[in-house]
């Protein structure tokens, strides 16, 4: 009769650890064996050796690594962008409220239709908003950061034309 594996991460009493899993454990020791937090090209590669990485591979993630670096920077802008843009708008909102209910209180309640018609598109325009950006769908969130990131680099190649074409200052 068969043995019975209860575990199935044991196959002949040795642990089988997801890719994930062995990643994220190897990431931790190597962080906990080099004291200042950091490893030189050389330590690296030791490393890789060891690991039976080879240099190629190494290579080829740490280019990788270098897209993928300026990308999550990108990323952060763009969220703390959107973030304070609709903290903005809810400012703005907030702000013109206050004052519309508070001209509505003395002028004696007689443009209430107008606080209707001025906040519930507003209203339903932030909470979108709101949805957008604190719930954001993956999707829609990545065209949104493309789009964005493709007005960034337009940016930055017509302001370098524009310096180009001035000359130095």
């Given at each position: 009769m068969g043995e019975l594996i209860m575990d199935p991460y044991i196959k002949d009493g040795d642990f089988l650890y997801p890719a994930e899993d062995?990643?994220?454990?190897?990431?931790?020791?190597?962080?906990?064996?080099t004291e200042a937090g950091e490893l030189s090209r050389t330590q690296l590669l030791e490393i890789?050796?060891?690991?039976?990485?080879s240099a190629e591979t190494l290579a080829a993630a740490?280019?990788?690594?270098?897209?993928?670096?300026?990308?999550?920077?990108?990323?952060?802008i763009f969220d703390r962008q959107r973030k304070q843009r609709f903290h903005h708008g809810l400012a703005q909102f907030s702000i013109f409220g206050g004052f519309l209910l508070v001209f509505n209180a003395l002028t004696g309640g007689s443009v209430t239709w107008?606080?209707?018609?001025?906040?519930?598109?507003?209203?339903?325009?932030?909470?979108w908003d709101a949805w957008r950006i604190y719930r954001p769908n993956e999707y829609s969130y990545t065209?949104?950061?493309q789009r964005w990131r493709r007005q960034q680099r337009m940016r930055r190649a017509l302001?370098?034309?524009?310096?180009?074409f001035l000359g130095p200052s």
């Open positions: 062995a990643q994220q454990i190897l990431s931790l020791a190597i962080a906990r064996q890789a050796e060891e690991l039976g990485i740490e280019q990788e690594w270098d897209i993928k670096k300026y990308e999550i920077a990108d990323q952060r107008l606080l209707y018609l001025i906040f519930g598109p507003w209203g339903l325009k932030l909470t065209q949104e950061f302001n370098g034309l524009v310096r180009r």
